[in-house]
């Protein structure tokens, strides 16, 4: 009963031993918990009354609060200088450890987060052709019934569409003006090393930084040319190139405005790019100019939109340049739809077209073409869709043979369905291709390619 006494005495302190206890440390009032319970334990053993335990208690608190008073304040502590960031570390996110510390870490402020997602798909292509491609599985054109092979069946299996891709969802910087920022790194795996298709290469499809204000934007990096928006659903590996349709990707620097007027979207794009990217034909000041006017809006339970767009370089003196139309025109809603493009221009290898024909004979080649295609969706599993592209150079222009430069036309037809087993996708496609050639005899190709692809 007096131990239990004591406790009820020391729960209950007087004001002075409040304002005494107050002043102590947690880490002091736990050594005084760890004497009172010695002093309690001390009782049993040797006897000791109420009162001397007590005193003994008092003069414990009142030593502590002794030291306690002599205790100096820990001065405060000095900020770090750090060096001025350079290079990579030139970031206004990134924050060194004390040199005296054996790590680094990274830290990122809340105004600064920003997410990383990856994205893609594995995917294995079956290709069977009935005749020589002039470009093997990217097909390009049929070869003539003049060339030695001609008539022979080819067949390819590739894995080297698969593709992996980083998408940033950057911050929003305040210091230049509200800015958002976004990113992207693609690949896939196209580049062929030592003419191997079991040691295929990371081939870079886009590589950009972008910055948006609300409707304005501008883009740094490498990614999909402004012309020729469009696309056929055939023909993966080059998506028509050489049969009707044009563009690429290419380094570049583009700036685009995409204001709204009700549910009506306008679009003024130009960008700035490197000549010759694609045909190899890079030289000194060189540039490819593209601008694209446009607009879009609800139209049929979807939505109708209208491109007007053009493109001008200037390849170590040769004139290169096209002006061209796409149009996505909804039939019902979204599940009947026509889309297509076409072009006229000159000198356009380095944007596909021409049949992969730029300059002969030392003059610029003249070129017209485009495609067409019709879009079911029959449901949420099948697709359909069928289509005519064609690329038409200036017959004119030309030279006999099979060769560059001999290449008068390239007309194709196409039908093909899309499974959708979300994430697994199958395809095929029936590409028809008539080539025709300046002089010699034309050649004709018929394709079937199906694949099975994986998203992630």
Not at 34 to 46: D, E, K, M, P
Not at 324 to 337: E, I, K, N, Q, W
Not at 425 to 430: A, F, R, S, T
């Amino acid at each position: 009963m007096d131990i239990i006494k004591i406790m009820k005495i020391n729960r209950e302190p007087s004001p002075e031993r409040g304002s005494t206890l107050r002043g102590i440390t947690t880490s002091r009032r736990f050594a005084v918990a760890i004497c009172s319970t010695g002093l309690l334990a001390g009782s049993f053993v040797y006897g000791q009354t109420n009162a001397e335990l007590l005193a003994e208690l008092r003069a414990l608190k009142n030593r502590v609060a002794e030291l306690e008073s002599k205790q100096q304040p820990a001065p405060p502590a000095r900020p770090i200088a750090m060096p001025e960031p350079s290079g990579a570390q030139a970031n206004p996110n990134y924050v060194e450890a004390p040199p005296a510390a054996n790590y680094l870490t990274m830290q990122r402020n809340d105004a600064f987060a920003s997410s990383l997602k990856l994205y893609g798909f594995a995917r294995l292509d079956l290709v069977h052709d009935n005749n020589q491609a002039g470009l093997d599985e990217l097909l390009g054109w049929a070869t003539s019934s003049d060339e030695a092979g001609s008539g022979e069946a080819d067949f390819y299996l590739y894995p080297k569409l698969t593709r992996v891709g980083a998408s940033l969802d950057g911050p929003t910087l305040e210091s230049l003006g509200g800015a958002k920022v976004d990113a992207k790194v693609e690949v896939d795996f196209y580049k062929e090393f030592d003419e191997s298709d079991s040691r295929n290469a990371l081939r870079m499809r886009h590589a950009y930084a972008k910055l948006m204000w609300d409707d304005f934007y501008i883009l740094a990096g490498q990614t999909a040319d402004t012309i020729s928006p469009l696309f056929p659903s055939i023909n993966p590996d080059m998506i028509a190139w050489g049969l009707g349709n044009l563009g690429d990707r290419r380094p570049q620097f583009i700036v685009g405005y995409t204001p709204s007027v009700g549910e009506t979207q306008f679009k003024f794009i130009g960008s700035i790019g490197e000549a010759g990217a694609v045909s190899s034909q890079q030289g000194d000041d060189e540039a490819n100019y593209q601008g694209l006017l446009g607009f879009s809006t609800p139209f049929n339970g979807s939505r109708f939109s209208l491109d007007l767009w053009g493109h001008y370089a200037d390849e170590d003196g040769l004139e290169s340049h096209v002006y061209g139309l796409s149009a996505v025109v909804p039939l019902y809603r979204d599940v009947l739809t026509l889309s297509g493009e076409i072009w006229s221009g000159t000198n356009l290898d380095d944007v596909r077209g021409g049949i992969f024909q730029g300059v002969v004979g030392g003059e610029e080649l003249d070129s017209t073409g485009g495609f067409a295609e019709l879009n079911w969706k029959v449901n949420k599993v099948l697709s359909l869709h069928s289509g005519f592209a064609m690329d038409n150079p200036d017959n004119d222009q030309l030279i006999v043979g099979t060769g560059s430069g001999s290449r008068a036309l390239n007309e194709t037809y196409y039908v093909g369905a899309r499974f959708n087993f979300d994430p697994i996708q199958l395809g095929i496609d029936y590409i028809h291709t008539d080539t025709e050639f300046f002089g010699v005899a034309d050649g004709d190709l018929d394709r079937i390619q199906t694949f099975l692809q994986y998203n992630f």
